[in-house]
């Protein structure tokens, strides 16, 4: 079988290894790819959502499957593009169509799906420049803290939580009137705070069955301690303590099950990974979003404790038969670590060379994020540029072992949290 992998980050580097290992895979080519990807096979210069660029290469080098790490190609509807064009129709895309992947491009699309299916959500309204006074006036009487959402996609920084009524008004002025995310906040979503611990929970589906992957917890904020800015991820481990069986048959029965079940009922063309953006209430799970694929750093964990063929799920997704497959794990605990650039989520320098990367072992694996090839070395090229991902009998040990090689590897501006799990140790 012949891949076609599209993404360049560690969650790209996670599922190339992961499916580079299966006995069904042929050739695999990522694109545009990273340093780690061009281990796994071959990375190739082109750009996510060049969709015609794409077809004539899958046509060129015969390619049976293709695989959107990130949601950009999805939201732009690159399943609809396959699906529409006879010459590309007999090649499966692992992922949802355009409408589809809407539960992650658009929060109010989101928040009606879970209102007509019953699946457990913060209260929320919407607003935009038609109904624009009647936010400030909603905003003015809100109880303390506001979530206001931007209601398009913003690179995982679209979310504010303030926790005054003056702030919450700055911030929902700047989202809309002066495009703070672009046109991504032309709609702002306002959400009661819930107040609890979050997790991502995973499944895979054939748009009718479904498979619950290994569930992760990640860490957003830049410093130890959960302090400073909101980041793309700085860390995060597998299992999560709290996500015992009677919480998850919560999970499977209050969310999972309404979400597939309403998506077959209305339509809705959906294969792929389905991300469950969950936060523990008081031991009752909501969901705080949906994404349409696998998270990021989450994949770093998830991938390594997943025991199955990645390409055998696929294989399985693609004809229909999901419901044939179980799924196993490694009962060990997974911890990985982000080594980020100075300066990261804000201004930061690339081009800086990386020394000191480990071999992979059955106990840790290195995924490059931001990373790229030049001759011989190996350069920062992202804000995220490496993921550490330890495996061990117990969090203390799989964290320890990545502290370790996160102080082994070199580069200018290195910078990453120690932390990674704490409130579980």
């Given at each position: 079988?012949?891949?076609l992998?599209?993404?360049?980050?560690?969650?790209?580097?996670?599922?190339?290894?992961?499916?580079?290992?299966?006995?069904?895979?042929?050739?695999?080519?990522?694109?545009?790819?990273?340093?780690?990807?061009?281990?796994?096979?071959?990375?190739?210069?082109?750009?996510?959502?060049?969709?015609?660029?794409?077809?004539?290469?899958?046509?060129?080098?015969?390619?049976?499957?293709?695989?959107?790490?990130?949601?950009?190609?999805?939201?732009?509807?690159?399943?609809?593009?396959?699906?529409?064009?006879?010459?590309?129709?007999?090649i499966?895309v692992?992922?949802?169509?355009?409408?589809?992947?809407?539960?992650?491009?658009s929060?109010?699309?989101?928040?009606?799906?879970?209102?007509?299916?019953?699946i457990?959500?913060?209260?929320?309204?919407?607003?935009?420049?038609?109904?624009?006074?009647?936010?400030?006036?909603?905003?003015q009487?809100?109880?303390?803290?506001?979530?206001?959402?931007?209601?398009?996609?913003?690179?995982?920084?679209?979310?504010?939580?303030?926790?005054?009524?003056?702030?919450?008004?700055?911030?929902?002025?700047?989202?809309?009137?002066?495009?703070?995310?672009?046109?991504?906040?032309?709609?702002?979503?306002?959400?009661?705070?819930?107040?609890?611990?979050?997790?991502?929970?995973?499944?895979?589906?054939?748009?009718?069955?479904?498979?619950?992957?290994?569930?992760?917890?990640?860490?957003?904020?830049?410093?130890?301690g959960?302090?400073?800015?909101?980041?793309?991820?700085?860390?995060?481990?597998s299992?999560?303590?709290?996500?015992d069986?009677?919480?998850?048959t919560?999970?499977?029965?209050?969310?999972?099950?309404?979400?597939?079940?309403?998506?077959?009922?209305?339509?809705i063309?959906?294969?792929?990974?389905?991300?469950?953006g969950?936060?523990?209430?008081?031991?009752?799970?909501?969901?705080?979003?949906?994404?349409?694929?696998?998270?990021?750093p989450?994949?770093?964990?998830?991938?390594?404790?997943?025991?199955?063929?990645?390409?055998?799920?696929f294989?399985?997704?693609?004809?229909?038969?999901?419901?044939?497959?179980?799924?196993?794990?490694?009962?060990?605990v997974?911890?990985?670590?982000?080594l980020?650039?100075k300066?990261?989520?804000?201004?930061?320098?690339?081009?800086?060379?990386?020394?000191?990367?480990?071999?992979?072992?059955?106990?840790?694996?290195?995924?490059?994020?931001?990373?790229?090839q030049?001759?011989?070395?190996?350069?920062?090229?992202?804000?995220r540029?490496?993921?550490?991902?330890?495996?061990?009998?117990?969090?203390?040990?799989?964290?320890?072992?990545?502290?370790q090689?996160?102080?082994?590897?070199?580069?200018?501006?290195?910078?990453?949290?120690?932390?990674?799990?704490?409130?579980?140790?």
């Amino acid at each position: 079988m012949n891949i076609l992998l599209l993404g360049s980050g560690g969650r790209e580097h996670a599922l190339a290894l992961k499916m580079s290992q299966s006995t069904q895979c042929g050739q695999l080519f990522i694109a545009p790819g990273n340093a780690g990807t061009a281990q796994c096979g071959k990375n190739v210069n082109m750009g996510v959502s060049d969709f015609e660029k794409i077809k004539t290469f899958c046509l060129e080098h015969a390619i049976d499957l293709v695989v959107p790490g990130s949601e950009e190609a999805l939201v732009n509807g690159i399943y609809d593009f396959f699906s529409k064009d006879a010459a590309l129709q007999h090649i499966p895309v692992m992922g949802p169509s355009q409408e589809g992947a809407q539960l992650e491009g658009s929060k109010a699309y989101a928040k009606l799906f879970m209102q007509r299916n019953n699946i457990p959500t913060a209260a929320y309204r919407e607003f935009n420049e038609k109904n624009y006074e009647e936010g400030i006036a909603y905003l003015q009487q809100h109880s303390l803290p506001i979530v206001l959402k931007a209601d398009g996609l913003a690179a995982g920084k679209g979310v504010v939580i303030v926790a005054n009524h003056e702030d919450a008004l700055e911030e929902f002025e700047q989202m809309i009137k002066s495009a703070k995310f672009g046109d991504a906040s032309k709609t702002v979503v306002v959400e009661e705070f819930l107040t609890g611990i979050e997790l991502s929970v995973f499944a895979i589906t054939d748009g009718h069955s479904y498979k619950i992957l290994p569930e992760a917890k990640d860490y957003k904020r830049i410093g130890e301690g959960d302090t400073g800015l909101n980041t793309g991820g700085m860390g995060a481990v597998s299992p999560v303590p709290f996500a015992d069986a009677a919480f998850m048959t919560k999970v499977e029965d209050q969310i999972i099950r309404p979400t597939i079940a309403g998506l077959s009922k209305e339509g809705i063309v959906y294969y792929g990974f389905v991300f469950f953006g969950l936060i523990n209430v008081a031991g009752e799970p909501f969901v705080i979003e949906y994404n349409c694929r696998m998270g990021d750093p989450e994949t770093e964990v998830v991938m390594p404790r997943l025991q199955n063929d990645l390409l055998e799920l696929f294989t399985a997704v693609a004809q229909g038969k999901l419901n044939e497959q179980t799924i196993y794990a490694d009962a060990r605990v997974a911890a990985t670590m982000m080594l980020v650039s100075k300066g990261y989520p804000e201004a930061y320098e690339k081009n800086k060379v990386i020394t000191g990367i480990p071999a992979p072992t059955r106990d840790q694996i290195v995924f490059h994020a931001g990373t790229k090839q030049d001759g011989n070395d190996v350069l920062s090229n992202g804000g995220r540029v490496l993921s550490i991902t330890s495996l061990a009998a117990d969090l203390s040990l799989a964290l320890a072992h990545s502290v370790q090689t996160a102080e082994q590897i070199a580069f200018d501006g290195k910078v990453y949290r120690r932390d990674i799990g704490y409130e579980f140790i």
